[in-house]
């Protein structure tokens, strides 16, 4: 699994002209699931994204959690973050988890992180999403579930 993290001013997410979520202050998080993601790994990655201290403290250090500060999330399915460019110039996708996994898995993400932040936003799993966002600092992270302790 992998998680692509902007911190965020705002973002919002359009399909098809209408706005199907939008956040102020907060997280923008690309979600890529491959074939071989669980429940039990997408909890150890909801658990580091909601505690991990990428919001200034009142010293302007990095000491506090998007939980910390009430901030909010929007949630957006990439399975796209699963391209294998390793050969030739078209990319390959498939490590990406078939639809109807991926799909439940970022179903149940939504449902976790949202026991746990008051506002949570997301996209719609395999719609042609248009994405803006105003990124704060920017401050970008990648997540990968292989590099954390699962």
Known sequence: ???????????????????????????????????????????????????????????????????????????ISQFTLYANCKKGNRPSFIDAGNPKLANSLYQYIIKECKKEIEIVEEGIFGADMQIDLSNDGPFTIVLDSKDIAI
């Open 1 to 75: 699994m992998k998680f692509v993290i902007q911190r965020v001013k705002n973002a919002s997410c359009t399909v098809d002209k209408d706005v199907v979520g939008s956040i102020t202050g907060g997280l923008c998080v690309f979600i890529g699931i491959a074939e071989t993601d669980t429940e039990d790994i997408a909890d150890k990655m909801i658990k580091k994204l909601i505690n991990m201290r990428i919001f200034a403290d009142s010293d302007e250090k990095t000491n506090l959690s998007v939980k910390d500060v009430h901030g909010s999330l929007l949630l």
